[in-house]
């Protein structure tokens, strides 16, 4: 019983962390399409682009992909072929479920486990990313191993749900 709870507990912590990692991601996305704008406006009718527009929305663009990634994992919004899911039954799509969960986990883990290192070397290092405006790579590099350790927990939680329905029919599944 005490399992259960704290397995709920910690859906809801993960839901909610989730949740708002992704909202930030849109604020992201919202705040680098009026820059792009504001810099538009600025080159074309007043002579003066922002010059940091262009390589901060690059960072942006890296920042808001591994925040929302997964949530969209979580509600099912990655791309999927539903023409031969549609096909299976749902005893059988758990079965390709579990394939995929361990796959996705697997290729998370190796992406997250790399570029931690990477993020580790660069911290280390403190190399600087050569633009107009310096800034050091550490803060934009450390977003990828963690958005890998966020979706390696949902690839889990992916797994353990599906596994869970294969084993007591009763349990619900997606």
């Known amino acids: 019983m005490k399992t259960k709870y ?11 962390l989730n949740f708002a990692f992704s909202r930030i991601a849109g604020f992201l996305i919202v705040f680098c399409m009026a820059t ?43 791309v999927r072929v539903d023409l031969v899911v549609n096909l299976l039954n749902q005893r059988h799509r758990a079965f390709l479920s579990v394939f995929t969960s361990l796959i996705g986990l697997l290729a998370c883990a190796v992406v997250g486990w790399y570029s931690l290192m990477e993020a580790c070397d660069v911290l280390q290092a403190k190399t600087m990313f050569t633009a107009p405006i ?41």
Not at 6 to 16: G, I, K, N
Not at 137 to 156: D, Y
Request: glycine letters at 4%.
């Open 134 to 174: 310096s800034m050091y790579q550490f803060p934009i590099k450390v977003i990828i191993p963690f958005g890998c350790l966020m979706l390696c927990v949902e690839w889990l939680r992916k797994l353990f749900t599906t596994l869970l329905y294969l084993i007591d029919e009763d349990a619900s599944y997606e």
């Open 36 to 78: 792009i704008t504001i810099d538009v406006i600025g080159r074309y009718f007043f002579g003066k682009p922002v010059i940091w527009v262009y390589y901060y929305s690059e960072y942006v663009l890296v920042y808001s992909t591994f925040l929302a990634a997964a949530y969209v994992l979580k509600h099912n919004g990655h």
């Open 6 to 16: 704290l397995y709920e507990r910690a859906d809801r912590v993960l839901e909610v």
